[in-house]
């Protein structure tokens, strides 16, 4: 039996996939990924990281909205003991969000490294 994607039920995240579908094709949005507590993919919206609290990255599962610090403790998969650090905290995100894998030897990887450096340094206290 075949049943169409289920998306959630709140309306108000569809508005959300659609504008984040529309950056990705004009290339100013990027994957990430983190491994902490369960891996999860998501979509980074430079623009829309305005404060650090602000929902920036799209979970590519569920198409929720996060910010950087509470996507990375959002999965949907159990932790994998192997992987799982112990004395996580999520006010590192820096040190847990990654490029997607995908980029990895393609001709983007340098640029979006670059440009994934600049968020976790835009609100970091010097
Ligand atoms: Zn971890
Ligand atoms: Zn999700």
Redesign the pocket.
């Known amino acids: 039996l075949l049943r169409p994607r289920t998306f959630p039920q709140n309306g108000s995240f569809l508005p959300g996939k659609n504008t984040l579908a529309q950056l990705k094709e004009t290339g100013s949005a990027f994957e990430v990924e983190?491994?902490?507590?369960g891996k999860c993919q998501g979509l980074f919206a430079p623009q829309f990281y305005l404060a650090p609290d602000d929902p920036c990255i799209q979970c590519l599962e569920c198409y929720g909205m996060f910010s950087p610090q509470t996507f990375v403790m959002h999965s949907h998969r159990s932790p994998d003991k192997r992987?799982?650090?112990w004395g996580?905290e999520s006010a590192k995100w820096h040190c847990?969000l990654h490029i997607n894998q995908k980029y990895l030897g393609t001709s983007e990887e340098r640029e979006l490294k670059h440009l994934l450096e600049e968020m976790k340094e835009k609100f970091s206290e010097k």
């Open positions: 983190h491994e902490c507590l992987t799982c650090h996580f847990y």
